[in-house]
T-cell receptor, first 114, second 112 residues
Framework: GENVEQHPSTLSVQEGDSAVIKCTYSDSASNYFPWYKQELGKGPQLIIDIRSNVGEKKDQRIAVTLNKTAKHFSLHITETQPEDSAVYFCAASITPDSWGKFQFGAGTQVVVTP | NAGVTQTPKFQVLKTGQSMTLQCAQDMNHNSMYWYRQDPGMGLRLIYYSASEGTTDKGEVPNGYNVSRLNKREFSLRLESAAPSQTSVYFC???????????FGDGTRLSIL
């Protein structure tokens, strides 16, 4: 099955700086890579996703890049703000047939200090 | 918009007790999921329901049962709670496919 590794486990950044979280996956057939943000006491929220036919996707201050050859993908947050403080999870799956094989990374605690 | 609603938000049980966690979504989504979240382990899929009338095991189904009561509701039952089931449980839904799109705010369950 798919195995997703996420690094770093914690990340402290100064407000205004950029943050980068990296994930690697094991199954070369994986074709869908979402990112979730979880604020304290809340459930995860889907914030951006990318499919294997695209190398990069942006949405305002967040972007995701995918390197299929190396089997890794990254989340980039620019101009970080205190409200970006949260736990971020990556995931990988093979859609549409990977029911039960959707794997999350272990999460990255991001702390943005003013 | 309520989205995905879970009840209760907190619960303390004694070993051996049973309980049902409730989940309802108001987005007319076909698929629903139950995850558990433990420190340092991300989210692990317990059971899922790809569509109304179907349920299947996920990664960690032992000790749990589920019921897809209708399109809106998907419940998770612990028949005989064990301390290893102490966790935060999340229900999620999507309009189709194995990727959850909307999560509830969780049920924090402690088993003594």
């Amino acid at each position: 099955g798919e195995n997703v590794e996420q690094h770093p486990s914690t990340l402290s950044v100064q407000e205004g700086d950029s943050a980068v979280i990296k994930c690697t996956y094991s199954d070369s057939a994986s074709n869908y890579f979402p990112w979730y943000k979880q604020e304290l006491g809340k459930g995860p929220q889907l914030i951006i996703d990318i499919r294997s036919n695209v190398g990069e996707k942006k949405d305002q201050r967040i972007a995701v890049t995918l390197n299929k050859t190396a089997k890794h993908f990254s989340l980039h947050i620019t101009e970080t703000q205190p409200e970006d403080s949260a736990v971020y999870f990556c995931a990988a799956s093979i859609t549409p047939d990977s029911w039960g094989k959707f794997q999350f990374g272990a999460g990255t605690q991001v702390v943005v200090t003013p | 918009n309520a989205g995905v609603t879970q009840t209760p938000k907190f619960q303390v049980l004694k070993t051996g007790q049973s309980m049902t966690l409730q989940c309802a979504q108001d987005m007319n989504h076909n698929s629903m999921y139950w995850y558990r979240q433990d420190p340092g382990m991300g989210l692990r899929l317990i059971y899922y329901s790809a569509s109304e009338g179907t349920t299947d095991k996920g990664e960690v189904p032992n000790g749990y049962n589920v019921s897809r009561l209708n399109k809106r509701e998907f419940s998770l039952r612990l028949e005989s709670a064990a301390p290893s089931q102490t966790s935060v449980y999340f229900c999620a839904s999507s309009d189709g496919g194995p990727q959850p799109q909307h999560f509830g705010d969780g049920t924090r369950l402690s088993i003594l």
